[in-house]
């Protein structure tokens, strides 16, 4: 590529002028163009979302990037906002493992990691819907209410849902009054499932939903079904009923209250009549106290909904969140301040590696990054004021509360995302009380003793020479 050129283009990126990029670029002869030009042109679609376009060009000097990251990156970026996240998660880890620690790659890496794991989770939910439907076509589900589907093993019946959610069947005079009472016929198939089992909690909770709630980007959750009858709180027209949460929680007069979710009464799953009038066939709605009772679509009718119900498993990610976190705590750049503060250490070698072999260990034990008040908690409060003391020994109480959420707990990609401020003035005050950190509110600092422990501890997570 000409000089010249080379600087106007790096001028109009800088700029943001990337439609004259494309174009100056599209003057110059395909066979004419390079490897640096071919590259400003991706750059500068994926700058313009034209992602397909930025891809097409990459893969013509794929083999001349094998070795550069920012191919990689660039490839990357273009598989990630076209929602290829496998090929997404591929090119950045490379990138990676060409220029180690790069903040922009690893974030991209982070969330295209997250993202396949919610599109896998996504596919599973739908083969399992294809299939469920599939046996229920052949069962001749929808002839009579719940055809085909086992509800034999639908219901939790524990002491609580006995107490609060399970009736007796109802008799046609009790459902003709709630009826009367609610002001809208219920659905023949509810009538039937409550005819066997008259509310109570299922053992499938989580329902996918296309958007995200307040509950969960993909999925809400029920507690329970309510039963037909008036007698255990957690039927349609008792205590906690319907009516109550209509009048009293403000929720849209559309319908009648069919399940109450975990979240006390700031969501809920409604029968919505708007569609069918009073004595149709309601769809399944799920109603978001949360976020000014927004609504979300369900199912087209109640039985859907069941069918539809999975299990609360299957939206548990912990190992693939465990597996991100141990990838976290053993990768990604450590905040300025806590390189800084690692950089004056010479009571010890490998301040970095320690660090991580520690945080390692918490994810492994706990599941996931995060420091409460157990013993490794402790030991990394203590090595962080330890740490932060030695550089600035002139930190009282409220500075080094203020400066702590910049070492770990918000510092950057190594970061536990947050922290309760509570966990960390009670570790202050119970060193306090021991006799580990001396001096006034203006000054503090661990004793020569409380040093020699810690470091006798972090002794046990260096690392093998």
Request: aromatic share 12%.
């Given at each position: 590529?000409?000089?010249?050129l ?10 943001d ?12 002869p395909e066979?004419?163009?390079d ?25 013509t000097i ?18 990630y906002y076209?929602?290829?996240?496998e090929?997404a ?18 974030s ?9 794991i919610a599109m896998?989770r996504?596919r599973?939910?739908?083969m399992a ?14 002839k009579?209410?719940f055809e085909?589907?086992?509800?034999t ?6 002491d609580?849902a006995?107490?609060?959610?399970v ?6 005079e ?5 009826e ?6 219920l659905?023949a198939s ?5 005819k066997?089992?008259n509310g109570?909690?299922?053992i499938?909770t989580?329902f996918?939903?296309?958007?995200a709630t ?6 809400i959750a029920?507690e329970?079904?309510m039963?037909i ?18 009048e ?5 007069d559309?319908?009648v ?20 009038g ?6 399944v709605i ?5 976020r ?9 009718n109640?039985?859907a ?10 939206y ?7 597996q ?8 990604e ?8 503060l690692?950089?004056?250490?010479t ?28 013993e ?14 030695k550089s ?14 910049k ?15 509570g966990?960390?003035s009670?570790w ?6 021991q006799g ?14 409380a ?7 972090l002794?046990?997570f260096?690392?093998?020479?």
């Amino acid at each position: 590529m000409e000089k010249n050129l080379l600087e106007q283009l790096n001028l109009w990126h800088e700029e943001d002028e990337f439609k004259q990029i494309i174009d100056r670029i599209l003057e110059i002869p395909e066979q004419d163009r390079d490897y640096d030009v071919i590259s400003h042109l991706a750059r500068a679609m994926n700058n313009l979302e034209r992602y397909e376009e930025a891809l097409q060009q990459l893969l013509t000097i794929e083999k001349q990037g094998e070795n550069d990251p920012l191919w990689h990156i660039r490839a990357g970026y273009a598989y990630y906002y076209l929602e290829q996240y496998e090929d997404a998660v591929r090119e950045f880890e490379t990138a990676d493992q060409l220029d180690p620690k790069d903040e922009t790659t690893l974030s991209f890496l982070s969330w295209s990691r997250q993202e396949l794991i919610a599109m896998n989770r996504k596919r599973k939910w739908s083969m399992a819907m294809q299939a469920r439907n599939e046996q229920s076509s052949k069962n001749g589900a929808g002839k009579v209410p719940f055809e085909g589907f086992d509800l034999t093993n639908f219901w939790k019946d524990s002491d609580y849902a006995l107490k609060n959610y399970v009736s007796e069947p109802p008799t046609d005079e009790l459902i003709a009054s709630i009826e009367l009472e609610l002001g809208y016929t219920l659905p023949a198939s509810y009538i039937a499932m409550m005819k066997l089992h008259n509310g109570g909690l299922p053992i499938n909770t989580r329902f996918p939903t296309g958007e995200a709630t307040s509950w969960a980007e993909d999925h809400i959750a029920i507690e329970g079904i309510m039963g037909i009858g008036r007698e255990k709180p957690y039927s349609l027209c008792a205590e906690f009923g319907s009516r109550f949460m209509i009048e009293e929680w403000g929720y849209p007069d559309i319908g009648v209250v069919i399940c109450d979710c975990p979240s006390a009464g700031h969501d809920v799953v409604m029968l919505d009549y708007r569609k069918c009038g009073r004595n149709g066939e309601p769809e399944v709605i799920h109603v978001d106290q949360e976020r000014d009772y927004e609504i979300t679509y369900l199912a087209e009718n109640f039985e859907a909904f069941i069918r539809g119900l999975v299990h609360a498993d299957f939206y548990d990610t912990s190992e693939e969140d465990m597996q991100e976190d141990l990838r976290k705590v053993a990768h990604e750049e450590f905040s300025p301040l806590l390189s800084e503060l690692c950089a004056r250490v010479t009571e010890v070698d490998n301040m970095e590696e320690i660090i991580r072999a520690i945080c390692t260990r918490i994810v492994e034990e706990k599941g996931y990054f995060a420091f409460h008040a157990d013993e490794l908690s402790t030991l990394m409060y203590d090595l962080q004021f330890w740490l932060y003391t030695k550089s600035y020994p002139h930190t009282g109480r409220g500075q080094y509360l203020t400066a702590y959420e910049k070492i770990i707990a918000f510092g950057g990609s190594f970061s536990t995302g947050g922290y309760a401020p509570g966990f960390i003035s009670d570790w202050m005050d119970d060193r306090i009380r021991q006799g580990m950190i001396v001096g006034t509110n203006d000054a503090l600092a661990f004793t020569d003793t409380a040093i020699e422990q810690l470091l006798e501890k972090l002794g046990a997570f260096a690392p093998a020479t």
